[in-house]
């Protein structure tokens, strides 16, 4: 049988591959067909990331006598291709929480029934399966679409564990294989990353046995950063969702752990949870990939541009708290967690762009790839999602940058313009540009918009827009 790899680049406590199991010896397989490719190319570091992964997973599927199968091509025809050549009738793979990945999916799945051979979909990326928590919904409709009560049935179900069986064999004459993915393919270089399923372990270990216990804080304070950092592992499947939490929950078990501490881990596995909210989000909803959850918010006159569009992308807004994150994910591919509500909540209300071209933008930079995960948090903050929030969150982020980065430390640590400036925490005032000896000509711009206005005015807009909304429902229930 064949074993179709994409988001689940390792062996150990896999879904998809136990079920695979059961169904004889299993030809492990990756297809880099056009969709992946292109996607992939988006982010010269993901792209590094990922190939770094497919070569770990290679290595330790040679250590047990096989080797990845990789072919390049259309993911339909190449598979079905492979399935007749070593006489194949089970393909197997781990589902998808991204539209157009499940549409894809729908259709292999589809197409491969069709010409007689069983497709078998398994939920692997998350810790709960969606359709687990959807059995234990009271109200009616599909899945979860408030996170509170979500969170509450999901603490209570019982993490599954899918460690490697001994009856899981891997054939040993597999066909050829084309070359290894390399970064060069997908316009990027070769970087250390460190994206293996080892390192990810270790990188488990470590925070749940020391930064975890700080974890309320740490994530909150961006110069203080001691988060799990394993969102790029999670999202290509060098961890499994559920290895975290049962490790988490055990955690939070040590009956020598003060309180504190336990409500940092709890705080922990409640983020966790949320990123289950959202993938179970997308999977009973995919048409939020294109529009909002909210139907109210569809036609809102989100801008497409603005004319500080661009100083947003480069970190230029004048504002520093925003700047510094942005200037954070380009180099490094990453963002602190309370950054990123500032710096989006800035395009969506303080430029009033719209969430999508925000989501593109960061998708160019990530390492990670969790496209229902980034669609849920960004609609979340634009007011347009899952959050049920009477008004929108409108963050300020000179509030933000004093209460969170009060001494200016994570701000200095990406805008070097401001290295050597008192106050940091503060836009620049006046029309007299800053220029710092140690650094020539380099100047850091004033505010690109009045924050206090820019809030009023959306307020006024989204006010003006629900009355709209709330009108047109009463007269549609009152004819």
């Known amino acids: 049988m064949l074993f179709r790899f994409f988001r689940d680049l390792r062996l150990d406590d896999h879904a998809s591959l136990a079920a695979a199991a059961e169904h004889g ?39 047990r006598g096989t080797q990845l199968i990789v072919r390049r091509g259309p993911l339909v025809t190449t598979l079905l291709a492979l399935a007749k050549d070593t006489g194949s009738s089970t393909v197997v793979w781990g589902a998808s929480y991204d539209a157009r990945a499940m549409e894809v999916e729908r259709d292999l799945q589809s197409r491969l029934e069709e010409r007689g051979l069983r497709a078998l979909l398994v939920h692997d990326s998350s810790a709960i399966p969606p359709e687990e928590t959807a059995m234990e919904k009271s109200s009616a409709g599909e899945g979860y679409r408030a996170l509170v009560p979500y969170v509450e049935k999901w603490r209570a179900l019982e993490v599954g564990s899918f460690e490697a069986p ?20 997908f316009g990027s270089s070769q970087m250390q990353l460190g994206a293996t399923p080892e390192k990810a372990s270790q990188q488990l270990a470590h925070f749940l046995g020391v930064d975890a216990l700080q974890y309320s804080v740490a994530a909150n304070v961006p110069a203080d950063d001691r988060t799990s950092h394993l969102s790029a592992h999670l999202s290509m ?11 988490t929950k055990r955690r939070i078990d040590d009956p020598f752990l003060l309180t504190e501490e336990k409500a940092s881990l709890k ?37 497409k541009s ?14 520093p708290i925003v700047d510094a994150g942005i200037r954070q994910l380009h180099a490094t591919g990453w963002m602190h967690p309370r950054v990123r509500s500032i710096a989006a909540s800035f395009l969506c209300f303080d430029l009033g762009v719209d969430w999508k071209v925000g989501l593109a933008e960061w998708d160019r930079h990530f390492i990670e790839d969790d ?72 100047t850091y ?24 909304d709330r009108g047109a429902s009463a007269r549609q229930s009152n004819p």
């Open 237 to 247: 499947g060098t961890i499994a969702a559920r290895t975290v939490v049962r490790e």
């Open 445 to 468: 711009p004033e505010p690109v918009v009045d924050h206090e206005k820019a809030a009023r005015d959306f307020l006024a807009r989204y006010n003006s827009w629900t009355a709209i």
């Open 371 to 442: 496209p229902a995960l980034s669609t849920g948090n960004w609609q979340w903050i634009a007011g347009v999602g899952a959050d049920l929030a009477a008004y929108p969150r409108i963050y300020n982020p000179t509030k933000q940058a004093r209460r969170f980065d009060a001494q200016g430390i994570y701000v200095r640590r990406y805008i070097p313009e401001l290295a050597n400036r008192f106050n940091v925490v503060q836009p620049r005032g006046g029309h007299a540009a800053l220029e710092l000896p140690l650094f020539g000509a380099d």
């Open 166 to 185: 001994l009856f899981m064999r891997f054939a040993s004459d597999a066909p050829l294989s084309e070359p290894l993915p390399a970064p060069e393919e």
């Open 267 to 303: 705080r922990y596995l409640r983020a966790l949870a949320q990123r289950d909210f959202f993938l179970q989000l997308m999977w009973f909803n995919p048409h939020i990939a294109k529009e909002p959850l909210q139907e109210k918010m569809r036609t809102f006159p989100f801008a």
């Open 25 to 63: 010896e299993i030809l492990p397989v990756l297809v880099l067909d056009e969709a992946l490719r292109e996607h992939i190319s988006r982010s010269p570091r993901r792209a590094a990331f990922y190939c770094e992964a497919v070569a770990a997973l290679d290595e330790a599927l040679r250590a």
């Open 306 to 319: 603005h004319p500080a569009l661009d100083a947003w992308k480069a970190g230029r807004t004048g504002f």
